[in-house]
Nanobody
C-alpha cells in the first residue's frame, strides 16, 4: 500500500517560514510527478507546486517567488520550502504523487499550516 506522510506544518507568524516534507513509500518515487496542493476552509483544493521526475517545476501564481518545491529521490522525499508566509497561505497542505505510466494518483493525509497576522 502506497503511503505519503507529510510533516512540517504548524503555526507561524506572517513573514515567517516553514518547510514541509512528504516521505513516500511503496512507490516508484523516481518516476513520479510530485506535487503539493492546499485547501483552505470553504475553498476548493488547489495546486501549489509541482515537480516532475526530471525536476521541472511549476507554481501557482500566488506562491511564485516565495515557495520552492524540491525532491530527493534517494530519500523518496519531496519538500516545500515556504518563505514570506501570508495569512492567506493558511490551509491544509496535501502531498500528491502521480505515476504517469500507471495512471495512479496518491494523496497524503495533509498537514495544517496556519499563518497568523
Amino acid at each position: 500500500q502506497v503511503q505519503l506522510v507529510e510533516s512540517g506544518g504548524g503555526l507561524v507568524q506572517a513573514g515567517g517560514s516553514l518547510r514541509l516534507s512528504c516521505a513516500a513509500s511503496r512507490i516508484i518515487f523516481s518516476i513520479s510527478t510530485m506535487a503539493w496542493y492546499r485547501q483552505a476552509p470553504g475553498k476548493q483544493r488547489e495546486l501549489v507546486a509541482r515537480i516532475t521526475s526530471s525536476g521541472i517545476t511549476n507554481y501557482a501564481d500566488s506562491v511564485k517567488g516565495r515557495f520552492t518545491i524540491s525532491r530527493d529521490n534517494a530519500k523518496n522525499t519531496v519538500y516545500l520550502q515556504m518563505n514570506s508566509l501570508k495569512p492567506e497561505d493558511t490551509a491544509i497542505y496535501y502531498c500528491n504523487a502521480a505515476v504517469l505510466i500507471t495512471g495512479n494518483n496518491y494523496w497524503g493525509q495533509g498537514t495544517q499550516v496556519t499563518v497568523s497576522v
